[in-house]
């Protein structure tokens, strides 16, 4: 089956990923061709750096999109309590 390019009557969906890895935080995009590392962080600083990153992100789309989902993968908290 060959591949069709969306049209404006497409509803598409684009995930944008953020996470620490050894060290460095790295954006892994789907239409990329690979990793892209933005900065050097911890487990406990990684938030703050992520966050103007992503806000920049937001804003460059603001005018034209309005559809924008934040999600956040978290420990289990039964999990977190019983440690």
């Known amino acids: 089956m060959g591949k069709r390019k969306a049209t404006e009557d497409d509803d598409v969906y ?3 990923g953020y996470v620490p890895f050894n ?3 790295y954006e892994l995009d789907g239409i990329q ?3 892209i590392m933005h ?3 911890t487990n ?5 750096k ?3 990153i992503i806000m920049e992100r937001i804003a460059t789309y603001a005018a034209t999109e ?3 989902n934040l999600l956040a993968l978290v420990p ?3 999990d977190v309590l019983e440690k």
Not at 44 to 48: H, N, P, R, T, Y
Request: net charge neutral; aromatic share 12%.
């Open 14 to 16: 684009h995930f944008i």
């Open 23 to 25: 060290g460095r935080l």
């Open 33 to 35: 061709k690979g990793p």
């Open 39 to 41: 900065a050097e962080c």
């Open 44 to 48: 406990d600083d990684w938030l703050d």
């Open 50 to 52: 992520v966050k103007p």
């Open 66 to 68: 309005i559809r924008f």
């Open 76 to 78: 289990d908290k039964a």
